[in-house]
């Protein structure tokens, strides 16, 4: 929010005149915000590296095993590995669209994504499927 706001007062910065430390104030403080939020998003992977391998895994064996699925591993966006990775972790949409800073009705079409790519109807499936892969 800090970033977006930042970049929006840019240009009304400009229009008032010449405040070249107000604008850079500005401006570091976006800066600052989204290397953060970057280095929190790479934190979440290195915590969750294993579950993510074994979403990869599940996936690219149901390719091999399926010949009407042509899914494999690699066609999870980012995001979508966040929202599998949240899913598996039992959080509701609304706490996992609050968790990234999404809008709810943006997880559901995630997670709508993530089960047609990975061949299952919903989410109990999807988990049941992973718990079984899982064991």
């Known amino acids: 929010m800090i970033s977006v706001t930042s970049i929006a007062l840019l240009p009304i910065l400009t229009l008032i005149g010449d405040f070249q430390w107000l604008t850079f104030t500005v401006m570091n403080l ?23 391998y074994e979403v990869f895994a599940m996936s690219k064996e149901q390719a091999i095993n399926s010949a009407d699925t042509k899914i494999i591993y690699e066609n999870l ?16 949409y609304k706490q996992i ?34 718990r079984k892969k899982g064991k």
């Open 77 to 92: 966006t980012r995001r979508e590995i966040e929202v599998t990775l949240s899913i598996l972790s039992n959080l509701s």
């Open 30 to 52: 976006a800066f600052y915000a989204i290397t953060i939020i970057e280095i929190d998003r790479h934190l979440y992977f290195l915590e969750n590296k294993t579950k993510m």
């Open 97 to 130: 669209a609050k968790d990234l800073f999404i809008a709810e009705s943006t997880v559901s079409k995630h997670a709508s994504n993530i089960y047609k790519k990975t061949g299952v109807k919903n989410r109990r499936q999807f988990i049941n499927q992973y």
